[in-house]
């Protein structure tokens, strides 16, 4: 069979369903042919989010997969791989390449070579007959150990090269592994002794699907729980031990409980140091549970590390803490401790949260959303900049995967393409993304995507007319040149790209347009809600 086939075929066999791209790859003809969808985009970088969101949202057990054009396509993909290697996020990423000549030849871009800095792996195939075995390492990178994109580039000059028959492939295993026992005896007897204990939740915790242990672990020894923004949903934030979760906004209690910790055990988590996380107090005893060993030491210095999968990782913890402890502690004077501190919090905040000013105060909008929507059966993800800062310390995520965080590498647009990606795999939710003019600047041409592609998300768009996060460090450049303005009547062309758009000026406005936009999201159309906002530069940083 020829290369492109067998290449469709093997992404058959590993539960491919949708293939993200944008031509000229030729792998979309016979993906299409094997009964795999082509998704076409508007630029390559949200073909990759979208990608992306099916990883994240199915646990990693349903691959995302791109493929686009060699030189300037994959050039334009570059921003997409790195969000996922930041993010580590296992995406299969399938750029063509340039003859394999010309491959090694500047200026030509070659994709394996440029993209192995921030890939799991990067290979091209040069050999049809090698395509099965490349595949079985591209498979067996992205199902095991931590996530990360995997390049394999088909150079163009390979289509009509014939792959032997049989096709000798069978999808590749997906196994875990486990921490030290001693380790984890001694990880027990800290926890079991600490006095004020704090759980820091990452995305580990969801790529192993260890939600209930988590649950168990915190209420056998009352333990409260804060969480990464990737890790926002591992434990419900309407639980009575809920800090909420860590960024660069959060809420009061997460700095508070951290600060007065004596022992910090964090699962399924890297502890990267970054702008974009809550910062771990210094002098604090860690325990750090990962999956990458090279992540242990890295930005925090830890006592105990429990290398290997969170859900392997927590059980045998809890086994361990059961000899000992065998029913759960009395949670009641932690439980009001933490909702004495979300209630001072909440009180500095609720004159924003429910402020009735026009131009409509952000909060507002995503209060009113909050409690407009189905959160059970929602996923909703926010976009780089204010959007992010003023949704994730307010939104309580109370199902596991409602909500996709991120943060350590900040691209503007992101949200719009995991939206898409999530409803492509989870279509019976209501996705909904939330961004503010600048980020619909950089990706906004691809809500035509979610029309023609009939993906009904829900687009909250927070319009301020303005860059605000940039008005305090660029007052001069603002007052002389107007250098942080930018405009757009978006819901105009969410309506011109034959989507459903609505622009909301007024407060009692808000709840009546989201339950429209819900309504036309299950009527199957591509929903664009623009709120006309002020300048609000006030997020929930620590101390305030």
Same mark, same amino acid.
């Given at each position: 069979m020829k290369l492109g086939t067998a290449i469709a075929e093997i992404m058959k066999r590993e539960g491919i369903e949708i293939l993200c791209g944008y031509p000229v790859n030729h792998l979309i003809e016979h993906a299409a042919k094997a009964e795999i969808r082509p998704v076409m985009v508007r630029q390559e970088r949200v073909g990759i989010h979208m990608a992306d969101a099916i990883s994240r949202v199915t646990s990693g057990r349903r691959i995302g997969a791109f493929c686009m054009q060699h030189g300037p396509g994959a050039e334009n993909a570059m921003g997409g791989v790195a969000q996922c290697f930041g993010e580590s996020v296992p &995406?299969?990423?399938?750029?063509? @390449?340039?003859?394999? +000549?010309? !491959?090694?030849?500047?200026?030509?871009?070659? !994709?394996?070579?440029?993209?192995?800095?921030?890939?799991?792996?990067?290979?091209?195939?040069?050999?049809? %007959?090698?395509? %099965?075995?490349?595949?079985?390492? $591209?498979?067996?990178?992205?199902? /095991?150990?931590?996530? @990360?994109?995997?390049? &394999?580039?088909?150079? $163009?000059?390979?289509? /009509?090269?014939? &792959?032997?028959?049989?096709?000798?492939?069978?999808?590749?295993?997906r196994t875990r592994y486990g921490a030290d026992p001693v380790h984890v005896k001694e990880a027990a007897a800290l926890l079991i002794k600490?006095? +004020?204990?704090?759980?820091?939740?990452?995305? @580990?915790?969801?790529?192993?699907?260890?939600?209930?242990?988590?649950?168990?672990?915190?209420? +056998?020894? %009352?333990?409260? &729980?804060?969480? !990464?923004? @990737?890790?926002?949903s591992s434990f419900p934030e309407t639980h009575p031990l809920s800090l909420g979760s860590g960024g660069l906004a959060v809420p009061r209690a997460v700095p508070k409980f951290l600060g007065e910790a004596d022992v910090i055990f964090g699962i399924g988590c890297s502890f990267t140091e970054t702008s974009f996380g809550v910062a771990m107090p210094k002098g604090k005893t860690i325990i750090h549970a990962t999956l990458d060993p090279d992540h242990l030491n890295k930005d925090v210095e830890a006592r105990i590390g429990l290398v290997g999968d969170a859900g392997l990782v927590l059980d045998a913890l809890l086994e361990e803490i059961g000899k000992t402890v065998a029913t759960n502690r009395d949670a009641s004077a932690v439980a009001a401790e933490i909702a004495a501190s979300h209630k001072e919090w909440l009180a500095k905040w609720m004159p924003k949260l429910t402020s009735n000013d026009a131009p409509l105060n952000p909060y507002r909008v995503l209060w009113d959303l909050q409690h407009t929507v189905d959160s059970r059966n929602t996923i909703i993800t926010h976009d780089a900049g204010s959007p992010r800062d003023q949704l994730s310390p307010f939104w309580k995520a109370v199902e596991p995967l409602s909500y996709l965080g991120w943060g350590k590498t900040t691209q503007l647009g992101y949200g719009l393409g995991l939206a898409m990606g999530a409803k492509l795999a989870k279509p019976d939710k209501l996705c909904i993304n939330v961004w503010g003019d600048a980020a619909i600047g950089f990706t906004g041409m691809d809500f035509e995507t979610a029309v023609r592609e009939r993906i009904p998300i829900l687009s909250i768009l927070l319009n301020n007319f303005s860059m605000a996060i940039e008005l305090k460090v660029m007052p001069v450049s603002t007052e002389k040149y107007r250098s942080t303005d930018i405009s757009g009547d978006y819901a105009a062309m969410a309506r011109a790209f034959g989507g459903h758009g609505e622009r909301v000026t007024k407060p009692e406005d808000i709840v009546p347009a989201i339950r429209r936009g819900i309504q036309k999201t299950k009527d199957g159309v591509p929903t664009l809600l623009e709120f006309i906002t002020s300048k609000e530069t006030e997020v929930s940083r620590p101390g305030t």
């Open positions: &995406v299969l990423v399938l750029p063509m @390449g340039y003859q394999r +000549r010309l !491959s090694h030849i500047e200026p030509n871009f070659n !994709s394996s070579e440029v993209m192995k800095a921030f890939a799991k792996s990067s290979e091209p195939i040069i050999l049809a %007959a090698e395509v %099965a075995n490349i595949f079985r390492r $591209a498979f067996t990178r992205l199902k /095991n150990g931590r996530g @990360g994109p995997v390049i &394999v580039e088909i150079p $163009a000059d390979m289509w /009509n090269e014939e &792959v032997p028959e049989p096709l000798d492939y069978t999808p590749v295993l600490a006095k +004020r204990p704090v759980i820091y939740a990452g995305q @580990g915790v969801h790529y192993a699907k260890a939600w209930p242990q988590l649950k168990r672990l915190a209420e +056998r020894l %009352a333990i409260p &729980v804060t969480t !990464s923004l @990737g890790g926002k």
